[in-house]
């Protein structure tokens, strides 16, 4: 497994402008976003901000790999995110969704 430190990630900033308070950081190599995420109908609104506050993208997301998932339950965004899907994971399963709508 690779040492952590040789790679050069971005420590989560301070929220700014109008990211929402249970957003979630997901640090990179030399960037990272964060990720919004709200039940819309039995799909789910995923917005992306820049670290200074700035909507990268926004859509509506499925679910594609039918593992389940609860968003009262505790969840975290990892890698590969970005704006076209995004991997979480919750009870050490990787829940696959990709965006299906632009708002």
């Not at 952590?4 to 190599?29: A, F, V």
């Not at 968003?71 to 995110?81: A, E, K, P």
């Amino acid at each position: 497994m690779p040492n952590k430190s040789m790679y050069n990630t971005l420590e989560e900033p301070i929220r700014l402008g109008d990211i929402p308070k249970n957003s979630q950081w997901l640090s990179g190599e030399g960037a990272g976003s964060w990720f919004h995420l709200s039940e819309l109908q039995e799909k789910f609104l995923i917005t992306r901000y820049s670290p200074q506050g700035k909507i990268e993208c926004s859509g509506v997301f499925q679910i594609v790999n039918k593992i389940p998932f609860d968003i009262n339950l505790l969840y975290h965004f990892t890698h590969l995110s970005h704006c076209k899907s995004v991997h979480i994971i919750q009870k050490e399963k990787v829940v696959k969704m990709e965006r299906i709508i632009l708002p």
